[in-house]
């Protein structure tokens, strides 16, 4: 063989094994490609096949707290009856905290999931301060709210007057008490008539008639005179009201004392 036909030879043989290894890279290269396809498939199919599990998982647990002395829990099942639990991820929190503010018990509610199946419902009730005309309760900020009475846990005072006055009885049966606190007495019924004339009837039993202005002044002037008031009582009599719409002196009415049921 002579010298040119060996470099063809060598020639021939090096472009052999060149083109055969450019084959085997491109074929690696094409199996590495769907292998990495396949993979993500596969991590997507698993994915959505966990992720449609999951949400499909029910809430299951509920947990309810707060400070509730009125409310009770079958009231908070009953009033989310209808919304549908049978899907965490879809059970709408608002929902649920709109149904539960509707109860008349309740002042404020906030509610939260906690992952994977429970539903939290915190609820504040209100805090009843008065009967308001016989049918509604006052809050401790003067708002009116119509609830079930039955669960007073204690008698609470009257509070009379004109709608929207709510705040304005508030207010001066807090300042009224305060001042009155001073003599062991307390306010049992706060009446404001219509031409915003206040009387109050207190704890011993006494009518208040105090008239439109100077509401303090005249609750004091009382509690300075009663003790001379009771000092001058009859036997058998009580006293009935005292005016203090003088801008000086006070009338002073008497009943006949109540005869106590012997045992």
Excluded: C
């Excluded at 074929?27 to 997507?44: A, P, R």
């Excluded at 994915?47 to 509920?62: C, G, Y």
């Excluded at 009953?78 to 049978?86: F, Q, R």
């Excluded at 429970?118 to 509604?136: C, H, M, R, S």
């Amino acid at each position: 063989m002579t010298k040119n036909n060996k470099k063809q030879t060598s020639l021939r043989t090096a472009v052999t094994e060149q083109q055969e290894t450019i084959h085997w890279s491109f074929w690696l290269g094409v199996s590495f490609f769907v292998l990495v396809i396949v993979t993500i498939f596969s991590f997507g199919w698993y994915l959505n096949n966990k992720m449609s599990s999951e949400e499909s998982s029910p809430v299951t647990s509920i947990v309810i707290g707060g400070e509730m002395p009125f409310t009770i829990r079958k009231d908070i099942e009953i009033a989310i009856d209808n919304i549908n639990l049978g899907n965490f991820f879809n059970v709408d929190v608002n929902e649920v905290q709109e149904k539960v503010a509707e109860l008349p018990w309740v002042y404020s509610v906030s509610v939260r999931k906690k992952w994977p199946n429970e539903l939290k419902i915190y609820v504040v009730d209100q805090t009843p301060i008065a009967i308001w005309n016989g049918d509604f309760l006052i809050n401790q900020y003067g708002k009116a709210f119509q609830a079930d009475t039955t669960r007073l846990q204690s008698a609470l005072p009257a509070f009379y007057g004109p709608e929207g006055s709510e705040d304005i009885a508030l207010e001066n049966f807090v300042n009224l008490s305060k001042l009155l606190k001073f003599s062991e007495l307390s306010i049992d019924e706060l009446l404001l008539t219509e031409r915003h004339s206040w009387q109050l009837t207190l704890n011993n039993g006494v009518m208040l008639n105090l008239g439109r202005e100077n509401k303090i002044e005249r609750v004091q002037r009382f509690m300075d005179v009663y003790p001379q008031i009771i000092k001058t009582k009859k036997e058998n009599q009580q006293v009935d009201y005292v005016d203090l719409r003088y801008d000086t002196g006070l009338a002073v009415g008497w009943k006949t004392a109540e005869k106590k049921q012997r045992a």
